[in-house]
């Protein structure tokens, strides 16, 4: 549980572009088949493309707050 | 603001850019109108100098903007790719804004040939942009209420123009149909179905993003451009079968739903966590409260028709929405924009100890809290001239004029200071 919570960038009070450099050095000590979620009041397209173009995956899920839960697979 | 507008596939600088620099131009001849034509501005909604005045700010300076906007911020604020957006740029551009003068002109002059230069260039530029944005945007799938909004707004614009270019037809050819009803509706679409909803699929991006708030709670997020399109379409079928009762329940229902929104934005900046108020933040906390008062005014007159008779209902009505709303809305995005793109558009310049200049250099924050004031000193005389055009409305145009100006010099300023900068990183 500890390591999962540790796994979560919470980007919703941060200034771009924190929340996407911050994503990625989380991604880069995650191994292969492991998740993330990264926290956000917008959809980030922008990651999307990265993610794509790098072989994530990825799926979203909008919260009744407005969050948007981006769970990341490495 | 990297992650809105940033990115490998951002339009070259000029697509947007062109849009900005131009548009602040035509609040300045908006300005020149209250100079020139004084008390027939404020008489009455449908005279020439009235009729100029709203389509300079709404289709020369509102609408080019927001189409500049759209094509750098699509990509990013939907994942929709907006294909060849120099060459759309390099069409709808010079088709919008010589379209706004034609139709300014022709409304002025009571001139048909105007009339009907203005429609072919608006009408031609401006299908082009729908045919664009709509293939890019109803491509992607619904996934957040921002994209809903896009693909919602857009139909308002082709509805907006689709009414504007019958009427624009009617006007020239004389034709005998009752038009005011059918402009009423005309603007009923282009404030609601395209700016009103684009604001707001705009708005749940960039006001946690620009203010640092809370966001947008989704339900209501999802649900706001539904109501409104729903009003919208209401509206449009009281006004086939003309029936007033149900024209004014629709009426209430967009005054409700603007209300809701503007509510809902203004709670959310209460708790913002950025603690300087810079121009972006001004501009838009005058917008809503601007936006609640014209909003209450609309709804009054739906339970209430008379009051839209009272005299300088509709004067302050119009400077309240047009003017002090969804103008200010849009210049205090500007003044995020515009810095930003320059600083992007700089960065493969930038060596190892040698950054490019920062946004603030590129274009100052106090320039535009300067500017700001005195748009906040324009509006209140702008709102005092439709109670006493007679005495105000020279000192409101020459405000407004002045403000504009100074709107338009800050961001030229900041596109030579980026070309400065640009020249100084190649010959170094």
Known sequence: ?74 | MQALLSYDQSPPLSAPLRFFLTAPLFLVLAGALGVLEGEALFASRWTPAALAATHLVTAGFMLQIMVGALIQILPVLAGANLARPRLIAGIVHPGLALGALALALGFLQSAPGWLHAAGVLLGGSLTVFIGAAGLAIFRVPSTSPSIRGLKLSVIGLAVTVASGLFMLLALAGGWAVPLMPLADLHAAWGLGGWAGILLAAVAYVVVPMFQLTPGYPAKPAWRFPLLLMAALLLWSLAWAVSAEALQRLAQAALAVGGLLFVGQTMKLQAARRRARPDSTFRYWQGALYASLLALLMLLASAVHPPLAGVPAWMGVFGVLILLAGLSAFIIGMLYKIVPFLLWLHLQPLARPGKPVPPMNKLLADKDGLGQWRLYLAALLLAVAAAIRPDWLAVPAGLCLMATAGWLWWNLAAGTRNYRRARLTAVSA
């Open chain 1, 1 to 74: 549980m500890t390591r999962q919570a540790e796994r979560v960038v919470d980007g919703r009070f941060m200034e771009p572009p924190q929340p996407f450099v911050a994503t990625m050095e989380m991604l880069d000590t995650l191994q292969p088949g492991e998740e993330m979620q990264l926290l956000l009041y917008r959809e980030p397209h922008p990651l999307y493309r990265v993610l794509q173009q790098n072989g994530h995956g990825w799926r979203t899920e909008l919260q009744d707050d407005g969050t948007f839960v981006v769970t990341i697979r490495c």
